[in-house]
């Protein structure tokens, strides 16, 4: 007989919680963070079929599972495991602010025709290099505890905001902008192997990603300098280049964004909150990003 349970999320940032689903053996136990940008990971047995709603999920070797969810999730998903295990995770809907950004280099808000072809051509350098399969899942697992900032300072921009750039409407931002002095060095917040580190792109300047394994990458955007090469397996707390105010900024700051696969989540429930004045303001000029 199946067994069906149903999971509710807590919205509290970096925080951990576990799940029993089926009080008739516990037919899966989930952990992590079922909100809009939030992951969870579970352990199933070798040789299990996992699905999150019409996704199939790869079993690593130690058994884990690991899913994100995106800006706007649907409030329920049902987790299968194996043909006589479900179980339905409520996940939590978010509110998301409007942040209005005025002195944006109009260029990059409408970009000019011949740089068009450019943009093309860096989305794909992009796309790549998050297509990319590392199979570390000693790496992966950091999510339980294991992130740091990547630099310290206030907040300048949260996961999911609305942007408007010069009076325009642009895209969600899907990063946390950390508003602290061109140079200020930028340090790997889990271990993880790079996969792209661009000086230029015409969004996000200097750039790099730092795969984490299995699907789950870091971004670091609008550095004014890259010291990490492709390649570079990087442990916690090595450098990986400089904040800067490169591509579509106002002023300088490291926008930190996370993807697993093709979700954007959020960097913020990873880590713990920072001992600094980092209070959102939306409505002053603050350096903003893409």
Request: hydrophobic share 40%; with cysteine.
């Amino acid at each position: 007989m199946k067994q069906l349970r149903t999971l509710s999320g807590a919205i509290a940032v970096a925080a951990a919680f576990t799940f029993n689903a089926g009080a008739w053996g516990q037919c899966v136990t989930v952990q992590g963070d079922p909100v809009e940008g939030g992951l969870i990971w579970a352990k199933v047995g070798q040789g299990e079929e996992v699905w999150l709603d019409d996704r199939s999920l790869a079993v690593l070797p130690n058994g884990y599972v690991v899913a994100g969810f995106h800006r706007d999730a649907s409030a329920s998903s049902i987790l299968k495991v194996g043909k006589d295990c479900e179980v339905e995770l409520r996940v939590a809907q978010r509110e998301y602010r409007i942040q209005r950004v005025e002195g944006v280099p109009q260029r990059t808000v409408t970009p000019p025709k011949e740089q068009l072809e450019r943009i093309r051509r860096e989305r794909q350098l992009v796309a790549a290099a998050k297509a990319e399969v590392v199979e570390r899942p000693d790496w992966l697992m950091q999510i339980d505890g294991g992130f740091v900032w990547p630099v310290k300072g206030p907040i300048s921009g949260v996961y999911g905001s609305q942007r408007v750039y010069n009076g325009k409407p642009g895209n969600p931002h899907y990063g946390v902008d950390i508003a602290v002095p061109t140079g200020t060095p930028v340090y790997a917040p889990a271990a993880g192997r790079v996969t792209l580190a661009e000086p230029d792109l015409f969004y996000s300047g200097g750039t790099v990603i730092l795969d984490h394994g299995y699907g789950l990458s870091s971004s670091f955007l609008h550095m004014s300098a890259v010291t990490a090469k492709v390649g570079d397996e990087l442990t916690q707390g090595e450098k990986i280049g400089e904040v800067g105010a490169t591509g579509r900024a106002t002023g300088p700051h490291l926008d930190w964004r996370m993807s697993w696969q093709d979700r954007r989540v959020d960097p913020q429930r990873l880590v713990p909150p920072m001992a600094t004045d980092n209070t959102e303001n939306t409505d002053k000029k603050v350096p903003a990003a893409r």
